[in-house]
């Protein structure tokens, strides 16, 4: 039974929002931000100025930039798009409108291609504004463009040298390349070339933005898939930089049961525990370190039954659980345990697992069964 690989990559092919040298994003209707202001309190603020003038464009449009920074998608669209409809020639609001639209997960290669008319108007009328030029490269890079994309980025950097939406849009650009050639013949060297590319990217805005921890989770992920250790420093970094993160915790938790560093691993997931009760991860990832590197059974089986208890559709626990009842020759345990890894529909399957992983496992249930079938 392979190890669930889950590792939240919050950094795709999408930037919205990052810092920019002021310089940069010279415009007519630019929002001031509060300082020192939490998002939490950002949001009180803007909400009670929109509850007593709704149709407030600079209201709308800081409340739509805020969203997109802090990836509520649409929320942003929402904003961005009734400030669009109040003042359709404002640049700020073209922009933010279709920075909105390139970011919702619904969004069709129409609506790709409006973002980008929109932002080209923006650029023509900004000629220095860097943010609507990585928008438009982006809308490009959606587009598999990646060769105009990149023009794009080099115009906004040429405005911006350390823009962060810009460098981290590029080195993403660099992995889906690497992914796209991997395994191709031929290809190996050219996609490590990318692949190498993106991680000196990355780690130049790791310089430029210390107090980034998603840099140091690309980062991380990103050596991790090349089997470095390296990838636990930069998972490490990232916890220090936001501590309560529980998607970071289990990114370093999981690269150090990777890499042969279990009791720290253990460390961290119980951790994750006290900070959510319901994060099944944590107790699955502790169940396949007791099973399969100390051999304690019966605490592994402790862990797996906390799984099913919050999730009921986790394939992984109900398989695991299986090969340990088989192991213990409660062969009639066993295979119920794999009936009901098998009863799971592919749509109930956790998010983050692929379908060719859920197949694959419910195979192994099939298989496992049927091994022991003959020994009731």
């Known amino acids: 039974m392979k190890n669930l690989l889950f590792v939240c990559s919050m950094i795709s092919v999408l930037f919205a929002c990052g810092d920019v040298e002021e310089a940069a994003l010279k415009s007519t209707d630019t929002l001031v931000a509060v300082p020192n202001e939490s998002y939490a309190e950002s949001r009180i603020r803007l909400n009670q100025t929109l509850e007593a003038s ?35 020639t404002s640049n700020r609001a073209r922009m933010m409108y279709a920075l909105a639209i390139i970011n919702q997960g619904n969004r069709t290669v129409s609506d790709i291609s409006r973002a980008q008319r929109y932002l080209q108007i923006v650029v023509q009328n900004e000629a220095q504004n860097a943010k609507a030029m990585v928008g438009l490269a982006n809308t490009y890079a959606l587009q598999q463009d990646f060769d105009e994309a990149r023009i794009w980025i080099d115009n906004a950097l040429d405005q911006s040298p350390k823009f962060f939406d810009a460098h981290v849009l590029k080195g993403s650009m660099y992995k889906v390349l690497s992914a796209a050639l991997n395994g191709e013949d031929g290809s190996q060297s050219l996609s490590r070339a990318y692949m190498d590319s993106a991680i000196n990217t990355y780690s130049r805005v790791s310089q430029y ?5 998603e840099i140091y989770i690309e980062l991380g992920i990103l050596f991790q898939q090349l089997n470095n250790e390296r990838c636990v420093d930069h998972f490490y970094s990232a916890v220090q930089l936001e501590p309560k993160n529980i998607d970071y915790k289990y990114a370093l ?38 099973q399969k590197k100390y051999g304690e059974l019966d605490s592994a089986l402790n862990m797996y039954r906390e799984v099913v208890a919050i999730d009921p559709n986790h394939i992984d626990a109900y398989v695991n659980m299986g090969v340990i009842y088989a192991e213990k020759k409660a ?33 192994l249930a099939r298989e496992y069964a049927d091994e022991i079938k003959d020994k009731l």
């Not at 042969?260 to 169940?287: I, K, N, P, T, W």
């Not at 345990?337 to 195979?363: C, H, W």
């Open 331 to 363: 062969y009639t345990r066993a295979l119920k345990s794999y009936s009901k890894a098998l009863s799971i529909l592919p749509e109930d399957r956790g998010p983050f697992m692929p379908l060719s992983t859920f197949v694959e496992n419910q195979n």
């Open 209 to 213: 933005y210390p107090d980034k921890p």
């Open 54 to 88: 709704p149709n407030n464009v600079k209201s709308l449009l800081e409340s739509a930039s805020l969203a997109l920074e802090h990836y509520d998608y649409a929320l942003a669209y929402s904003d961005a798009a009734k400030a669009f409809r109040i003042d359709s």
């Open 253 to 290: 938790a999981y690269a150090y049961g990777l890499f042969g560093q279990e009791r720290l691993a253990m460390h961290v997931y119980e951790e994750m525990q006290e900070l959510d009760s319901l994060y099944s991860e944590a107790y699955c990832q502790m169940g396949q370190i007791y």
